[in-house]
């Protein structure tokens, strides 16, 4: 069952980026997980309901799919949103990684002269 419209109103006005956003990934980010959070207490109450199990599991996907764009694109924003949801406890080696780790180590080897090629050995 989708939220009432003054829980998903509070939502949105909880996670907005700016004063018209209904739809940025932080907004659906926050609409998913509490849609994740009905149906998690349903499915407890409800152990047979595999089509609601198979709806929470995809569910949970989309917000994992988005929450990866959101830790790509802005790390803060990122540790900001899990942080405030209560999603999970950041790892210290997540929070020093870069978020584009194949690019940042490709922009690495082409600064040093390197096309980054394996067996490459220019220089």
């Given at each position: 069952?989708?939220?009432?419209?003054d829980?998903?109103?509070?939502?949105?006005?909880?996670y907005?980026?700016?004063?018209?956003d209904?739809?940025?990934?932080d907004?659906?980010?926050a609409?998913?997980t509490?849609?994740?959070?009905?149906?998690?207490?349903?499915?407890?109450?409800n152990r047979h309901?595999?089509?609601?199990?198979?709806?929470?599991?995809?569910?949970?996907?989309?917000?994992?799919?988005?929450?990866?764009?959101?830790?790509?694109?802005?790390?803060?924003?990122?540790?900001d949103?899990?942080?405030r949801?209560?999603?999970?406890?950041l790892?210290?080696?997540?929070?020093?990684?870069?978020?584009?780790t194949r690019l940042c180590?490709?922009?690495?080897?082409?600064?040093?002269?390197?096309?980054?090629?394996?067996?490459d050995?220019?220089?």
């Amino acid at each position: 069952m989708p939220p009432d419209k003054d829980v998903k109103g509070q939502t949105i006005q909880q996670y907005r980026v700016h004063e018209t956003d209904t739809g940025s990934p932080d907004v659906q980010v926050a609409m998913l997980t509490e849609r994740i959070r009905q149906l998690t207490v349903h499915l407890n109450a409800n152990r047979h309901d595999q089509a609601s199990r198979r709806g929470l599991q995809t569910m949970v996907g989309r917000r994992r799919r988005l929450l990866t764009y959101i830790s790509r694109t802005d790390l803060g924003r990122y540790q900001d949103l899990i942080a405030r949801l209560g999603l999970r406890a950041l790892s210290a080696r997540r929070a020093q990684a870069c978020p584009r780790t194949r690019l940042c180590a490709r922009q690495g080897a082409t600064e040093s002269g390197s096309a980054g090629l394996p067996g490459d050995q220019s220089g």
